[in-house]
């Protein structure tokens, strides 16, 4: 059974850091491609960055170039995103996707709140 576990949000200032994770488990995590999404207060869920494999190749949304990195440990099964120079637009749930051609699956969220 395919289990995505987003940990790591919270409440952080302006400016500040944060390192978020998704842990994998139930499936061949080597074979996926890892997506990190977020999903704000009445906003439509949008896709934050991407982490492919085999390659690693990453792919990352306009609005966050520059402030994020995705990578992932294929020991450990997690991915991890990491994002910096938060604003208050970067607050929202922010989801693990795992894909395999039209397979996906997405894991409960984890929530990052920006605010002074």
């Known amino acids: 059974q395919v289990q995505l576990v987003e940990s790591g949000g919270g409440l952080v200032q302006p400016g500040g850091s944060l390192r978020l994770s998704c842990a994998a488990s139930g499936f061949t995590f080597s074979m996926y491609t890892m997506s990190w999404y977020r999903q704000a207060p009445g906003k439509e869920r949008e896709l934050v960055a991407s982490?492919?494999?085999?390659?690693?190749?990453?792919t990352y949304a306009d609005s966050t170039k520059g402030r994020i990195t995705i990578s992932r440990d294929s020991a450990k099964n997690t991915v991890y995103l990491q994002r910096n120079s938060l604003t208050p637009a970067d607050a929202a749930v922010y989801h693990c996707?795992?894909?395999?051609?039209?397979?996906?699956?997405w894991g409960p969220g984890t929530q990052v709140t920006v605010s002074s």
């Open positions: 996707r795992a894909r395999l051609g039209f397979s996906h699956s």
């Open positions: 982490i492919s494999n085999p390659g690693g190749s990453t």
